[in-house]
């Protein structure tokens, strides 16, 4: 504390407050740092950095997680203790990626599939969903793909910032584009409030 705070304040006047010695203070400071010391000030440099690149909002996981991908070895708990020393801190947000409930599927629309993940042949039984891939620190983007039950290919697919109905829209009118056949095919989704709005619904109609 005192040595960060020495341009601020007299070291003399820290030392009494904090009761500790100038003495012992100074030859703290003039003894060469231990390995550990310097691998965790190479560590703080570091998270300094990417913590600032965020505009302070990354938190120690997300940096832990980035660091990790920079090959580095070390714990959440050090660098949470290295932020917490150094009075750098994330700031919370709500988890956006959390599974939602089902939505109401529409009177309507059967449930064709019934849990039989079996297809004799190409394009007769599709399923969709949506997933979240981050690309760079805090940024993330939607992906919605439909894939063949039969092949196991993906059919359609499309990626964007937000995750609304245009998003599986998009994948879907691929899968449809690329048939060879127009005959039915059944498309099964988890009910989602994005699967199940009135455009995917009429984009659709009749073949799910």
């Not at 003039?30 to 190479?42: D, F, M």
């Amino acid at each position: 504390m005192i040595e960060r705070c020495r341009e601020a304040f007299p070291v003399r006047l820290m030392c009494r407050c904090l009761h500790v010695s100038p003495s012992g203070y100074y030859g703290w400071r003039g003894r060469p740092l231990s390995p550990r010391a310097r691998e965790n000030q190479r560590l703080l440099d570091r998270i300094r950095v990417l913590h600032a690149e965020s505009d302070g909002v990354l938190g120690a996981p997300r940096i832990w997680d980035d660091l990790r991908e920079e090959g580095e070895q070390c714990s959440l708990n050090r660098i949470a203790r290295l932020m917490r020393d150094d009075a750098l801190q994330g700031i919370p947000c709500k988890k956006k990626h959390r599974s939602k409930p089902s939505g109401t599927r529409p009177a309507d629309i059967e449930n064709h599939l019934a849990r039989n993940f079996a297809a004799d042949e190409s394009n007769t039984k599709w399923v969709t969903d949506i997933t979240y891939i981050r690309i760079a620190g805090s940024l993330w983007l939607y992906l919605c793909v439909v894939v063949d039950l039969h092949s196991g290919i993906v059919v359609g697919w499309s990626m964007s910032r937000c995750q609304n109905r245009q998003l599986v829209l998009q994948a879907v009118l691929m899968a449809l584009w690329q048939r060879d056949s127009r005959k039915p095919v059944i498309l099964h989704s988890d009910r989602g409030c994005q699967f199940t709005s009135d455009s995917i619904s009429a984009s659709s109609r009749g073949t799910t």
